[in-house]
């Protein structure tokens, strides 16, 4: 049986082992991409693959697991192991990862709970889902056979919390769940975070996070070392070669030779795993959101993340120039021809039907109604939006009216009678919106957009997280009762009938059909359109936004069809073409 332990080096089977490590995300790549990824992380000379594991994926609606296609994680375990990758897990129930709420799942939002802490009532919802996972997990772990070395308790916990009586009872849970292979934290590399996250004091192996100055950081990470006399193996479990982006904002770059020089010190001097090696895709509303103190910055579909691989999966320039630099300075780690994917291109794939949004919600969603309008929580609902609806009566003699929506995340667009009034966004929304009534009733539609929710920082605890409208809406002066509300999670799109009125200007469903002898990868051109999302043969590949910076959205292989294909855009500012592009590469706006 292979052991794997940590003493002053890492020992695999007593040899000394250095761990080389990228960053691969089974949840953002389709699974008939995963042995791809994994094969040119194992010809890049690497022998080790990590991976987090969303809690709200996994557990999208309480007490419903899915383990499934793009969630089947023993499968990914067992594809590296085929690889002869070994495998790092970061199953803790926070995992930041740029996702959404930093992979806490909505729902607990309507509990009593402090997430992050010892409170028990939390841990009661982590202990639940640690019933389902673990066993998953440490059937795949080295002593059991498998190829897991490690299993991280929290992540970058002391960026956040010092509350060791949780991160004890975190790893009991791991322990209690028969994982017996090392467990270490992960925390930035000064002695603040890895006092406060960290069980060194418990011989929990603390690893740093860092993108640069290897020597600095390790340096650091080594004194800390020295306070609880501990002779330990220098990891950095995330080493940033890259960065994400966020809407509005130019794409993040990273200049090559810098990050191979970084690279080669760090390995020099410890173990490495690259964040990311494989970024891939945010697909549906996954994307996290970066907090700041006013208006929080939501990120784009695409996790390229500047990685060695592409969002496609493809090797990049870096990829070759660290494979360059493995077989110069590292030849004793094989390294092999990478793979890469081809992509199609089809023009002018012409529009066939299109409806309005407020002409079939009744088809695709059965109501809420209520006195006072209720949070997407509130609804039951995770992700996506919620259109409120209700009636106000005229009362100013020149018809103009003056509506408040009071305290509402994240945007959004008020329509009377059908037609677009205004949209505001976070630090907007509260503000008047004036209204002409023309006739004795005016019919109110309000669709508000959750872009996101944070997951990073001290915001995880805040009330804004809770999405759509939070207190009221109001005319003049006094709060509007009588709401119908429709959670809009497009699970399912199949209902559309596309028969019914199409309106321009109103959020729209515009349907586009084409045809394919084979299948490749590509991309969606959304330049042209305003904001929403796209669905490939019904599934929700991500959002899209004329905010910048890509105007593009990567569409894996396995989501399209030989024979007839169809693409569905749901957009909500009234902008849309009469013809469609498939493309080979991404394009960004300039």
């Known amino acids: 049986m292979a052991t794997f332990e940590v003493k002053d080096e890492f020992l695999l089977d007593g040899q000394p082992f250095k761990i080389l490590s990228g960053a691969i995300h089974y949840f953002r790549i389709h699974p008939d991409d995963w042995y791809h990824s994994l094969f040119n992380l194992k010809a890049l000379g690497f022998n080790t693959v990590e991976t987090y594991v969303p809690w709200n994926m996994h557990e999208a609606k309480e007490g419903e697991y899915n383990f499934s296609g793009i969630l089947d994680i023993e499968k990914f375990i067992s594809t590296a192991e085929e690889l002869g990758l070994y495998v790092i897990i970061r199953p803790s129930p926070y995992i930041c990862a740029e996702w959404e709420f930093g992979g806490f799942p909505a729902w607990l939002l309507n509990k009593d709970v402090h997430i992050r802490s010892s409170d028990t009532r939390f841990l009661d919802y982590v202990a639940r889902y640690y019933d389902h996972l673990i066993p998953k997990l440490a059937a795949h772990q080295l002593k059991n056979g498998g190829n897991i070395l490690m299993f991280q308790v929290e992540n970058e916990y002391g960026s956040y919390g010092e509350d060791k009586v949780y991160l004890r009872m975190l790893t009991q849970m791991l322990k209690d769940y028969g994982i017996k292979q090392p467990l270490f934290t992960s925390d930035g590399p000064w002695r603040a975070t890895l006092r406060a996250g960290s069980l060194i004091e418990d011989d929990i192996l603390v690893t740093g996070n860092f993108g640069s100055k290897p020597e600095e950081n390790f340096q650091q990470m080594k004194k800390f070392f020295d306070e609880y006399d501990k002779d330990w193996p220098l990891m950095c479990m995330e080493f940033w070669d890259g960065w994400f982006n966020r809407y509005g904002e130019e794409v993040v770059t990273r200049e090559t030779d810098e990050l191979v020089d970084s690279i080669k010190r760090t390995i020099e001097l410890g173990s490495i795993n690259l964040y990311m090696f494989h970024g891939g895709t945010n697909f549906g509303f996954m994307n996290g959101c970066s907090a700041r103190l006013q208006h929080d910055l939501p990120?784009?579909?695409?996790?390229?993340?500047?990685?060695?691989?592409?969002?496609?999966?493809?090797?990049?320039?870096?990829?070759?120039?660290?494979?360059?630099?493995?077989?110069?300075?590292?030849?004793?780690?094989?390294?092999?021809?990478?793979?890469?994917?081809?992509?199609?291109?089809?023009?002018?794939?012409?529009?066939?039907?299109?409806?309005?949004?407020?002409?079939?919600?009744?088809?695709?969603?059965?109501?809420?109604?209520?006195?006072?309008?209720?949070?997407?929580?509130?609804?039951?609902?995770?992700?996506?939006?919620?259109?409120?609806?209700?009636?106000?009566?005229c009362d100013s003699q020149d018809g103009q009216e003056r509506i408040r929506v009071i305290d509402g995340r994240d945007r959004i667009q008020l329509f009377a009678n059908g037609k677009h009034v205004l949209t505001q966004y976070q630090e907007e929304i509260g503000e008047d919106i004036m209204v002409m009534q023309t006739e004795k009733y005016t019919n109110l539609s309000i669709l508000v957009e959750n872009m996101g929710r944070v997951n990073y920082g001290h915001k995880l605890l805040a009330s804004t997280q809770r999405k759509g409208i939070r207190t009221g809406v109001t005319a003049d002066l006094h709060f509007i009762t009588n709401w119908r509300q429709y959670s809009l999670d497009f699970d399912d799109i199949t209902k559309i009938d596309y028969s019914k009125e199409f309106v321009e200007g109103q959020p729209s469903f515009y349907k586009y059909e084409f045809m394919l002898t084979s299948l490749a990868d590509t991309y969606v051109e959304t330049n042209g359109f305003g904001k929403g999302i796209v669905f490939i043969n019904g599934n929700n590949i991500g959002r899209f936004w004329d905010n910048g910076p890509y105007q593009t959205l990567y569409v894996p292989k396995g989501f399209l069809n030989e024979g007839k294909n169809e693409i569905v855009f749901f957009e909500t500012e009234g902008k849309f073409n009469r013809n469609l592009n498939l493309v080979k590469q991404h394009e960004i706006m300039n």
């Open 299 to 393: 990120q784009v579909t695409s996790y390229d993340y500047g990685a060695p691989l592409d969002e496609q999966g493809n090797p990049t320039e870096k990829y070759f120039a660290i494979q360059n630099m493995m077989k110069e300075y590292f030849p004793e780690y094989e390294t092999k021809e990478p793979l890469v994917k081809n992509s199609l291109e089809i023009l002018n794939i012409p529009l066939v039907e299109s409806v309005s949004l407020l002409s079939v919600v009744d088809d695709l969603v059965v109501p809420r109604i209520t006195k006072y309008p209720q949070t997407m929580e509130a609804l039951d609902q995770n992700i996506g939006y919620v259109l409120y609806q209700t009636k106000i009566e």
